[in-house]
């Protein structure tokens, strides 16, 4: 058995709610299997207090997250990315930074909570929605059995060093 864990970077514009929401809910769920960051390309420089809460309501640690930019990613000596996954339509669409060793990227949309507009209930209902919509998400993505995840390393690495045919 591969003991690899797998590195995740969640990315959002802002780096607020929806990429740390998942970021926090992956260190735990994934259970020592995947590691979870998350970052933004203009963060915000703040943890939106109704994501921290939605972290803290499903019993979630919270402690140790923060608004930071992807550039804390990109640099040789960061943590190996082995899954990009963008969660909202605007980082879909920015350039990116050049990832180290080409990780499997994917785009999930999730509508930003904090941009809802209405009464406190409603804003909080928003963030609630989108937390477990994070979370049905990741719940899929942790169902992923190992040997595909083993397997679509293994050919990422070989195609890295040119052993793929085309």
Avoid at 6 to 17: P, Q
Avoid at 71 to 91: G, L, R, S
Avoid at 108 to 124: I, K, L
Avoid at 128 to 152: G, Q, V
């Amino acid at each position: 058995m591969n003991d690899k864990v797998y590195n995740v970077l969640f990315l959002c514009t802002g780096n607020s709610a929806r990429s740390i929401m998942a970021e926090a809910m992956l260190n735990v769920a994934g259970k020592g299997r995947f590691k979870a960051y998350s970052a933004g390309s203009h963060p915000t420089g703040i943890v939106h207090p109704f994501a921290i809460e939605q972290i803290q309501h499903i019993g979630y640690p919270s402690t140790d997250l923060r608004s930071k930019s992807w550039d804390e990613f990109a640099p040789d000596y960061a943590p190996h990315m082995d899954f990009v996954i963008t969660v909202c339509d605007k980082a879909a669409g920015e350039i990116c930074p050049f990832w180290p060793g080409q990780p499997v990227t994917a785009h999930w949309g999730f509508q930003d909570p904090a941009e809802v507009q209405g009464s406190e209930e409603e804003r909080h209902h928003a963030f609630a929605r989108i937390c477990r919509e994070i979370k049905t998400r990741l719940d899929i993505f942790l169902c992923l059995p190992m040997e595909k995840l083993e397997r679509l390393a293994l050919k990422l690495e070989l195609d890295k060093i040119g052993m793929l045919k085309p």
